[in-house]
T-cell receptor, first 115, second 112 residues
């Protein structure tokens, strides 16, 4: 595998389900990100992890729970979602040094539908 | 709060024509990125602009950055159908350690 991979690519879940999205980067980067992209809003940054530590949480509801066990893997745990959470969830990674991030590389995304 | 504005948001062009997409941002930034997204696909990095006056070109696309005006442009020369996609600019707020703020995107449609 190369670049940034995400699984599953498509997910349909009920509002009472619990599911997890997985992201893996094979680029040796030290930062990983979750974004939400929906038709109604531009690309929204949800969470940022630098060196496995969460450095950003952009007022994301608690029904989204990120986990970063190491610098190569990132999870987004989902529970009791709402239909408006249906969107494309994109994972990205980058190298961060000296307070600056180099370009972010994006995974193919998970298309989530909440019924 | 850093804001990034792109215009136009929708652009329909004829093949062979030239056009420019604009990206304005509201506060000091260290770098600016342009990404391309095809329908149903992820974002592909096109350009990274690191300093005032930076200009980068790849094929029919050329990007430039004016940090004093807080403006970046993406110029399309002699458009072809394959360029149809949504183009995003994103700004890395100084000291944010990777917190990119994206514009809303410009959906480009190139018609024969």
């Amino acid at each position: 595998e190369t670049g940034v991979t995400q699984t599953p690519r498509h997910l349909v879940m009920g509002m009472t389900n619990k599911k997890s999205l997985k992201c893996e980067q094979h680029l040796g980067h030290n930062a990983m990100y979750w974004y939400k992209q929906s038709a109604k809003k531009p690309l929204e940054l949800m969470f940022v992890y630098n060196f496995k530590e969460q450095t950003e949480n952009n007022s994301v509801p608690s029904r989204f729970s990120p986990e970063c066990p190491n610098s190569s893997h990132l999870f987004l745990h989902l529970h009791t979602l709402q239909p408006e959470d249906s969107a494309l969830y994109l994972c990205a990674s980058s190298q961060v040094a000296g307070g600056l991030s180099y370009e972010q590389y994006f995974g193919p995304g998970t298309r989530l539908t909440v019924t | 709060e850093l804001k990034v504005e792109q215009n136009p948001l929708f652009l329909s062009m004829q093949e062979g024509k030239n056009y420019t997409i604009y990206c304005n941002y509201s506060t000091t930034s260290d770098r600016l990125y342009w990404y391309r997204q095809d329908p149903g696909k992820s974002l592909e990095s096109l350009f990274v602009l690191l300093s005032n006056g930076a200009v980068k070109q790849e094929g029919r696309l050329m990007a430039s950055l004016d940090t004093k005006a807080r403006l970046s442009t993406l110029h399309i020369t002699a458009a072809v159908h394959d360029l149809s996609a949504t183009y995003f600019c994103a700004v890395d707020m100084r000291g944010s350690q990777g917190n990119l703020i994206f514009g809303k995107g410009t959906k480009l449609s190139v018609k024969p």
